[in-house]
């Protein structure tokens, strides 16, 4: 991966998480860490569902990936954030 798609992987991640924040309304952490909880759902999407059988493709195969990770981690979160 080079500088330039790590940057793209980088803010597509936030933007999701950003978009998931929105969603979630009430479960967000605010823009930055939902920034970050984009980025870290890109990679947990990326990972959860191939293993489901869903795949996306393209760039916003990519956007939609991240957001739905970033979506499933705000959830998690906030469940042990309740807790």
């Given amino acids: ?4 798609s790590l940057l793209v ?3 597509i ?5 950003w978009l ?3 969603v ?5 952490f605010g823009i930055l860490v939902n920034m970050i909880v984009g ?3 890109a990679f947990l999407g990326g990972w959860l569902l191939p293993m489901l059988g869903v795949q996306f493709a393209g760039s916003i195969g990519v ?4 957001f739905l990770g970033a979506v499933v981690l705000l959830a998690i979160i ?3 954030k309740r807790a």
């Fill in 1 to 4: 991966m080079d500088a330039t």
């Fill in 9 to 11: 992987f980088l803010i």
């Fill in 13 to 17: 991640g936030a933007l999701a998480g």
């Fill in 20 to 22: 998931a924040g929105v």
């Fill in 24 to 28: 979630m309304k009430g479960r967000g």
């Fill in 39 to 41: 980025v870290l759902g």
């Fill in 63 to 66: 956007f939609i990936t991240a």
């Fill in 78 to 80: 906030a469940l042990i």
